[in-house]
């Protein structure tokens, strides 16, 4: 039995967000940015809010409550701040892409251009160490995020155009040698998806066999794990699950 793929090629994500308080003063996530992934946000509970550097450099404070939904294009750096048990669910575009690197921390410029310093950086302990230590190097990862996401602005408070330039070009620089993977992820993930669509109208168009009686129900298993803004909950929606069958 073949079971369907997840709309739109699209993953899910339950994430709480880290109450763990950074050197600023604000509790929450890892500040980063996408390079081809858009990413959206539903509030579940809690509240908080969402710090935005968009493209441009124009940094922004959207208050999250209950019931919000915001979503943002690949290259805007988002932090999530916590203000009260905020939780999400997270929806990214090109399932299996951010998991496989499509997301740069804002470390330290020194560290971004270090692709071993910033891999070191990056990396985490293992399900071997104890939740204690996974969520303490989570917390530092996030605080050396926090450093160098606070040295993109300038001293009248606005974000410096060079820093965010060079930002911009350091996190081109750490993905490109993973481009020819992400591509082959996409065409067997996005890009399929969208075809077989254009395969349906087709069928549909012609009076023929869109299909249907091929229709069937899927479901996905849950895996916990420390991300970059929180305690996620991802959902499998690679590795399909025919209803029943499992």
């Known amino acids: 039995m073949t079971a369907p793929g997840f709309p739109g090629a699209t993953s899910v994500s339950a994430l709480e967000?880290?109450?763990?308080?950074?050197?600023?003063?604000?509790?929450?996530?890892?500040?980063?940015?996408?390079?081809?992934?858009?990413e959206a946000y539903l509030v579940v509970g809690g509240r908080g809010r969402l710090h935005t550097i968009d493209?441009?450099?124009?940094?922004a404070e959207r208050a999250l409550a209950?019931?919000?939904?915001?979503?943002?294009?690949?290259?805007?750096?988002?932090?999530?701040?916590?203000?009260?048990v905020l939780e999400v669910r997270v929806i990214m575009q090109n399932a299996g892409l951010p998991e496989a690197g499509d997301a740069v921390m804002t470390f330290p410029d020194e560290v971004l251009a270090d692709p071993e310093r910033y891999a070191d950086a990056a990396a985490l302990p293992g399900p071997e160490?104890?939740?204690?230590?996974?969520?303490?190097?989570?917390?530092?990862?996030?605080?050396?995020?926090?450093?160098?996401?606070?040295?993109?602005f300038g001293e009248d408070g606005s974000v410096d155009p060079e820093r965010l330039a060079?930002?911009?070009?350091?996190?081109?620089?750490?993905?490109?040698?993973?481009?020819?993977?992400?591509?082959?992820?996409w065409e067997a993930g996005a890009l399929a998806a969208a075809r077989e669509t254009g395969h349906r109208l087709d069928a549909l168009e012609s009076s023929g066999e869109a299909g249907l009686a091929e229709a069937r129900v899927a479901e996905a298993s849950v895996a916990p794990a420390y991300g970059m803004c929180g305690l996620l909950r991802r959902y499998d929606t690679t590795t399909h699950h025919p209803q029943g069958e499992r």
Not at 70 to 81: D, E, L, M
């Open 17 to 38: 967000v880290y109450d763990g308080v950074a050197a600023d003063g604000l509790a929450g996530g890892t500040p980063h940015l996408h390079l081809v992934s858009a």
């Open 55 to 59: 493209g441009a450099g124009a940094f």
């Open 66 to 84: 209950a019931g919000d939904l915001v979503w943002f294009a690949p290259g805007v750096i988002h932090r999530a701040v916590n203000d009260g």
């Open 129 to 152: 160490a104890s939740d204690a230590d996974r969520l303490a190097a989570a917390h530092t990862r996030r605080d050396l995020a926090v450093e160098g996401y606070l040295a993109l």
């Open 166 to 185: 060079r930002l911009h070009a350091r996190a081109a620089a750490l993905v490109r040698p993973r481009v020819a993977d992400w591509r082959a992820g």
